[in-house]
């Protein structure tokens, strides 16, 4: 990733969204993080290494927009029996880092972070290494695409039953 000059507006701009989208995340407020995803949107948690072909190997997630859309929908109809009761969450974000934008194409960004999962069955650590194609539509920042690689995504892992 070549690292960006960038305007002190456009990391800031990035920086908000990126905690605005793991606030929504956290607080369990699927539709305010459903709203933050464009038309085209792609989001996926590859397993078994980063470098995988999502079209040609088993990936944890792997979601167009519509089943972006079912997956909210599903989370919150309350028949999410693994989230009964929701987890609490935090996540901690750091490391974001943009990369050479060029005029007109989406904002390539990357950023750590580390998910506290506290629920009924024990409490949980997950790393990830997150990259995000960020565009804006009608002036206001939407994921195009977001890929979250769990450090530990060769092993067996507990459900994911919340946004990662």
Do not use: C
């Not at 927009?65 to 609490?88: E, Y």
């Amino acid at each position: 990733m070549m690292l960006l000059r960038e305007s002190s507006a456009t990391v800031s701009a990035v920086t908000a969204f990126i905690y605005r989208e793991a606030r929504f995340q956290d607080e369990h407020q699927y539709e305010a993080w459903e709203k933050l995803w464009t038309d085209d949107g792609i989001y996926w948690v590859p397993a078994n290494g980063a470098d995988i072909d999502p079209e040609r190997e088993m990936s944890i997630i792997y979601d167009n927009r519509s089943r972006i859309a079912l997956r909210v929908k599903q989370l919150m109809s309350g028949k999410h029996f693994t989230q009964t009761p929701q987890s609490n969450l935090r996540r901690l974000v750091s490391n974001i880092e943009l990369a050479d934008e060029q005029p007109g194409a989406d904002i390539a960004v990357a950023s750590n972070s580390l998910i506290y999962e506290s629920s009924l069955r024990d409490d949980t650590l997950w790393a990830a290494r997150n990259d995000y194609r960020l565009r804006y539509i009608d002036g206001e920042l939407r994921m195009a695409y977001k890929k979250v690689t769990l450090v530990n995504n060769s092993k067996a892992i507990y459900t994911l039953s919340f946004l990662v």
